[in-house]
């Protein structure tokens, strides 16, 4: 059964706005009183309670990840520079960002400032914790996922259905970008793996990963759509609040597929938004 999405607007500053700050107040919630997370906790189950058969809506707090290594070095050269040969390599000599760089310093202050932020929201107007975690399989998404969150949720103690579950249909686009090439999953589970789910179907080595042709953007909206199409799956109508740790491409395609208006999303920012789907 296919499905159609869209962006239910009204609820964030995000909703209409190209670009605002990478964590405007309240995650950008225009709702500014006391009781904030929990009226828009009553008006997603409204929503949901009215809607007609084969229609619901959850909320859905997109992250992008801090600042990797691959970011400072497309910082450092032109984007022609980049784009004609310094993607496919690892590195030049100074830095390295391939493959699969990690978060750099002021990245993982930007994932600890998403976390503070979750934090403040909590204790000041109870803010609804995802109940749904799904994460890219590189590095750096995984680093900003855990600061973000843990220990807010522990997740090392925490039911297993209730970590972050690490899928392939979350990564950026893939292809000739040595930043974009995952490591093995025994890696992500030796490093990670005490504090998430690795789906079951993730190959231990990146076999999608070809280093002269790049993924196509129709074949990105594939796989986002998949996501989606897993978080409103039946066996999920009772979770509302949805996180997704994932990367610029990533996101941007989903602003796309869900008609979204256009929006830069800076690396650690956090893109919420109310999404309707559809059953066709």
Known sequence: MKSEYSVATGFFVQDDASTVDPLPPRFGLLDDSPERWASFTEKIKKLNEEAPEGTSYKSIFAGRH????????MAKYSHDEWNDHLAAQTGDGTIIWGPDPHLT???EGQASYAHAMWKQELSSSNIPLPTKFYCSPLSRALQTCLITFDPI???KSCAEGRRPLVIEDCRERFG???CDQRRPKSYIQSTFGEKVTIDENLPEEDVIFKPDERETYEHVADRVRAVLDRIFDERNKDDLVISITAHNGWINTLIS?????????PTGGVLPMVVKCVKL
């Open 66 to 73: 801090g600042e990797g290594w691959h970011n400072v070095a």
């Open 105 to 107: 310093s002021i990245g």
């Open 153 to 155: 949720v522990d997740f």
């Open 176 to 178: 000739v970008s040595t």
């Open 257 to 265: 597929v869900t008609g979204h208006a256009h929006y830069d999303l």
